[in-house]
């Protein structure tokens, strides 16, 4: 029977002697979802992946990926699985076509040559190509196909985007989608969250190589914090409003307009504003980018501290 | 294993091909001089031995070079242990830590190709490489040998080679186990480097200095015939070579199964007063 979750992870924990990479990493991923996977360099993204490949071995915990242990059986998970590093590297002497042959060897020669064909057109990639004349997005794009090229189960993609012009970005994520669409679920690292927000549907973010927080991606962007801008008729002491619990100032302008960020419920925030002279009032939803932020800045200034 | 190993033969085509043919050209090349250094034995008699036994030793024994056996011992099988030792330290240092440090090996582990069979192709593909040079070495020695009328037989010649395998095999394997632990392949590279020219030295220094003898029953070098195998070839001294071999690569094969797959940065091994600097940063502690 198919294990229902493509990916769990329990406890992982990797250490370079006092360095601790990974600290209890939790993760679990559903199959047939696109998950993303947040953090800044060096929170422990890579470190994650390459611990569900094999390439390196975790310190403690458990790592399942498609119900497989991949330290006992490295070569199914591996043969059932696409994965793109995030520092990609080729050997320089092959032709493109030569690099994907030679990978598509190492799988018994799984895939199908026209579907390559059709990945390399979609994101304009030169089959022709010498490995050592190409450009580092180029590179990425031989990445691309490569992960894909033999329609794998689970896709673990270590910064898909990384190096590619806009267009070819929106290509990729279009793929990961049309994987998703025919049963393979996608597991994505990245910290351009503008590209998770748009086709992932759960994220984890990963600090300091502990997961703070695992969600819904859209129930992370409604989640109740928002940014108030208000304008008044009159300038105003604005004290009640930035005494409120949840609300923080962003920017006050001559006492005449105030933008707030608002943490909870903005029932308290309305009523107070009712004794005010209010000429305009929006708010407007935080972006996953916002959001993130918001998770790292107290570690900041505690650091800074 | 097959693709691994197809594909580390094909990257080392131009090694093979590059060595291959210059020393088979250096080996007709030398024969073709045989002749004419047998026609003036005694003036080269006089110079060799005015020249000092420090200087000598290096080549082995001389007084036989006027035979065609102590002649390729002499001009080729001698420095042949360096000239391509040096390659096989470069190469067996490289085998898979080149390509760790270049970040390529992360993406070919990342397909369903075990450790051992990327170890053992890889291995096989070193094999392959040192037994086309020596090969085409070989065929050199055997077409200078008709050319220019040298009594010496294809298999008397084959004999040297084996014993020059046995040595490469060592040293190779000895770098490559220590690429498996130090934290560069260069680094590797310069030890390996430094061992083989540690016991090039001892081997040689020992023919005139008694108190190097027991050392260099510890070289490998030692267990060298140079051109001393075309007449007799010691299966004992190229056995132990190649047991030795076989289990620096054993013990390379068995911490490659179990270490971490390094990318830039990532888990790497550091010397000991780098992390005293580490723990002096953590703690406050600032140099003197």
């Not at chain 1, 049309?178 to 998770?196: D, K, M, N, P, Q």
């Not at chain 2, 030792?85 to 369903?112: F, K, N, R």
């Not at chain 2, 289990?247 to 000991?272: K, Q």
Request: hydrophobic letters at 50%; charged letters at 20%.
């Amino acid at each position: 029977m198919e294990h229902p979750l493509a990916l769990t992870t329990q406890g992982l924990t990797k250490s370079y002697g006092s360095i601790m990479a990974l600290r209890g990493v939790n993760l679990e991923v559903q199959r047939g979802e696109i998950f993303g996977f947040l953090g800044p360099n060096g929170s422990g993204k890579t470190t994650t992946i390459r611990c569900l490949l094999d390439l390196i071995r975790p310190s403690g915990g458990v790592v399942r990926v498609l119900g497989l242990d991949p330290q006992k059986d490295p070569l199914a998970v591996r043969a059932r699985v696409g994965y793109l590093p995030g520092e990609l590297r080729l050997d320089d002497n092959f032709t493109v076509e030569g690099a994907l042959r030679f990978l598509n060897q190492l799988r018994g020669g799984k895939a199908d040559w026209r579907f390559v064909r059709e990945l390399a057109a979609r994101i304009d990639l030169d089959l022709k190509m010498l490995v050592k004349n190409l450009s580092k997005g180029n590179k990425q794009k031989v990445g691309v196909v490569q992960a894909l090229m033999h329609r794998p189960e689970l896709l673990l993609l270590d910064e898909p985007t990384s190096g590619l012009d806009p267009l070819v970005q929106q290509t990729v994520l279009r793929l990961i989608a049309e994987a998703r669409a025919v049963g393979a679920t996608v597991f994505f690292s990245s910290h351009i969250l503008s590209e998770v927000q748009e086709v992932a549907e759960r994220v984890a973010i990963i600090r300091q190589g502990q997961i703070v927080e695992v969600a819904n991606t859209q129930s992370l962007l409604n989640r109740a914090l928002r940014r108030a801008h208000v304008r008044f008729r009159q300038p105003v002491d604005s004290a009640p409003l930035t005494a409120l619990p949840g609300v923080t100032v962003l920017a006050r302008d001559d006492g005449t307009s105030l933008l707030m960020q608002v943490e909870g419920e903005m029932d308290s925030l309305i009523k107070t504003l009712a004794a005010f002279p209010v000429s305009d009032f929006e708010t407007e939803r935080p972006s996953l980018e916002e959001i993130f932020l918001a998770y790292y800045a107290p570690t900041r200034g505690a650091e800074r501290n | 294993m097959w693709p691994i190993f197809q594909n580390a033969v094909a990257r080392s085509r131009g090694a093979m091909l590059g060595w291959g043919l210059a020393l088979g050209l250096l080996g007709m090349f030398m024969l073709s001089f045989f002749e004419i250094l047998a026609d003036q034995k005694e003036s080269l008699e006089r110079l060799l031995a005015s020249y000092p036994p420090e200087m000598m030793a290096f080549f082995g024994d001389t007084t036989a070079m006027f035979t065609p056996e102590g002649f390729l011992g002499v001009e080729f099988f001698s420095f042949m242990p360096i000239v391509l030792g040096i390659y096989a330290v470069l190469a067996g240092s490289g085998l898979l830590a080149a390509d760790e440090e270049s970040g390529t090996l992360d993406l070919l582990l990342a397909h369903p190709v075990s450790r051992t069979a990327l170890f053992f192709g890889r291995g096989l593909a070193f094999l392959t490489t040192l037994l086309g040079i020596l090969g085409a070495a070989w065929l050199g020695l055997v077409i200078g040998a008709r050319v220019y009328d040298v009594d010496l037989t294809a298999t008397s010649l084959l004999r040297p080679f084996l014993s020059l395998l046995g040595e490469l095999l060592l040293f190779g394997a000895f770098a490559l186990l220590l690429s498996m632990f130090v934290p560069s392949r260069r680094l590797a590279a310069m030890l390996s480097g430094l061992a083989l020219m540690t016991s090039y030295f001892i081997t040689s220094l020992a023919r005139i200095n008694e108190d190097l003898e027991q050392a260099a029953k510890f070289s490998p070098l030692n267990y060298y015939q140079s051109g001393d195998a075309i007449t007799q070839l010691n299966l004992e001294w190229l056995l132990g070579l190649l047991v030795v071999a076989l289990v620096f690569t054993l013990l390379a094969w068995w911490r490659f199964e179990r270490r971490d797959i390094r990318v830039a940065g990532e888990g790497s091994w550091r010397w000991p007063w780098q992390q005293f600097r580490t723990y002096e940063r953590k703690s406050g502690l600032q140099p003197r």
